[in-house]
């Protein structure tokens, strides 16, 4: 298991204090707290596996979906074999525009995969407040990798 997906495993349950606040740790720690916090969950991940995300809109990482998507794709960091860890990309409206991203666990079929997201639930799957490990299908999702730097 990479060191992302076991961090990101043990925040499974964490949420926002108070309730619909949208105020997390992970807010407070990138500076941004009280707004949407998938992506800034996902930085958070990567910052604690030592695997620290490039300036993508913020110094800490990323905190925007669709600023994340032009980012990756200008950089060449798009893939279509997700592993463990990689960063998922979720356009829920097919219209092209990224509405919420996690982390990818493992597939579980052909079309279904395991994701670790901060910011669902079950009733909200883009800010329903908490970390949860979902079942995605992958017509919704674009996966992308960081590079290793030397």
Not at 83 to 98: A, E
Request: net charge neutral; with cysteine.
């Amino acid at each position: 298991m990479s060191e992302i997906v076991r961090i990101a495993r043990e925040e499974i349950g964490q949420g926002e204090v108070p309730l619909n606040s949208n105020n997390t740790k992970y807010g407070e720690w990138f500076g941004l707290n009280g707004v949407a916090w998938c992506a800034i969950f996902v930085s958070w991940v990567y910052f604690k596996a030592g695997n620290v995300l490039p300036k993508i809109g913020y110094t800490k990482g990323y905190a925007g979906c669709q600023t994340a998507y032009n980012y990756f794709k200008t950089n060449g960091w798009l893939v279509t074999d997700p592993q463990p860890g990689d960063i998922v990309l979720f356009d829920w409206n097919n219209d092209g525009r990224y509405d919420h991203t996690g982390i990818f666990v493992e597939s579980v079929s052909i079309d279904k995969f395991k994701s670790i997201e901060g910011n669902t639930s079950l009733v909200n799957d883009s800010n329903g407040g908490e970390v949860m490990e979902r079942v995605r299908n992958y017509k919704s999702a674009i996966f992308a990798r960081k590079p290793i730097t030397k």
